[in-house]
């Protein structure tokens, strides 16, 4: 493979991963009283009377009273926060499906960023200790008895 | 290199430990019915204006200086048949002295139903079953029936999970005096 065909497929692959980025990213709205919002709220919270269940999934007298709850606050204008809160003030945390973000509980926010980022930075510093190891190898590798054969395979001499 | 390999080794067993006892000491698994999520208890009492079954207008308000206990309930649910008679003789114990009273309110009912379970089962307390108002998201109801003792200066000081009993009452109003 060539120089320009690595460039190509690394260029290509950095486009993909753009795209399926910004798809994930689609967040679905967050004023209003569409259906769409009713059950991305509802989908944040736990069914507390289900096994398993978000507030969305389920048919439960609870989840049903639930959902009307989140309608009822969408039609008054409240924002996402202000609902989530609403039902984790009474309710408690444990009916929310993510995870606080404040306290122990943040711990499972910021672990994995922060060994994603030592991951990164563990490979990036491997690389560079093989690439010199390997730079080292190199240099070491060739004497000059080695050196002057080459030279004079390359001049084509009847010695070699 | 080997004292780096050490480090790493140490550090991911640190992280690996940690998420470990994170998930040990969490609650997820636990059965939310059987654990008490609600964090109405120790707060004012929410508020419930209302109609009862007698057409009498009702609010949580106008029972301060006197217990209330609010109970939530309907009438197809088998635990809160068999809580009633508790509930009659706890509210009979205390006509007298008109020192504690009960409101129940009907959940997923109708108003002919709800009274029609008093008419046969007794009860002489205020029963709300207003089908458009809901209060058991307030109350942070989560299965029936649930109780709140509400104490004389209106604060919920208890919630009893499941059917309760006269005798069970009766300690957390001692207790709670």
Not at chain 2, 129 to 154: K, Q, T
Request: proline share 4%; aromatic share 8%.
């Amino acid at each position: 493979m060539t120089a320009g065909q690595r460039r190509v497929g690394w260029a290509a692959m950095l486009v993909a991963v753009v795209v399926l980025v910004l798809l994930g990213a689609r967040t679905p709205p967050t004023s209003g009283t569409s259906d769409d919002r009713l059950y991305a709220l509802a989908g944040q919270m736990k069914c507390l009377q289900c096994a398993g269940e978000s507030v969305a999934g389920s048919q439960a007298d609870i989840a049903v009273k639930m959902r009307e709850e989140i309608r009822s606050q969408m039609r008054e204008g409240r924002s996402d926060d202000e609902i989530l809160s609403f039902f984790a003030d009474r309710y408690g945390q444990r009916v929310l499906l993510n995870p606080s973000s404040e306290g122990v509980a943040s711990l499972v926010w910021i672990v994995p960023v922060v060994a994603a980022g030592l991951g990164v930075v563990g490979l990036g510093l491997a690389f560079a200790a093989w690439r010199r190891q390997r730079g080292d190898a190199a240099s070491e590798g060739a004497t000059d008895e080695d050196q002057a054969l080459v030279a004079a395979a390359l001049r084509g001499s009847p010695d070699v | 290199m080997k004292r780096r390999s050490m480090l790493i080794a140490v550090v991911v067993g640190v992280v690996a430990v940690a998420l470990i006892a994170l998930f040990v000491t969490s609650d997820m698994e636990s059965d939310p019915l059987a654990t008490d999520t609600n964090r109405i208890v120790g707060r004012t009492a929410p508020a419930i204006s209302a109609t009862d079954t007698e057409g009498r207008p009702f609010e949580v308000e106008d029972y301060r200086g006197r217990w209330l206990l609010v109970n939530f309930f309907a009438t197809w649910c088998t635990p809160c048949i068999a809580e009633h008679p508790e509930l009659v003789a706890f509210s009979d114990a205390h006509a007298k002295s008109g020192d504690a009273s009960v409101v129940s309110v009907a959940y997923n009912d109708t108003p002919e139903k709800v009274v029609q379970f008093f008419a046969e089962r007794g009860g002489d307390w205020a029963v709300i079953a207003d089908d458009r108002s809901d209060f058991s998201i307030e109350y942070a109801v989560v299965g029936l029936p649930e109780s709140y003792l509400v104490d004389p200066e209106g604060t919920v000081v208890h919630k009893f999970v499941g059917g309760v009993r006269k005798a069970e009452i009766e300690r957390e109003m001692a207790r709670n005096r």
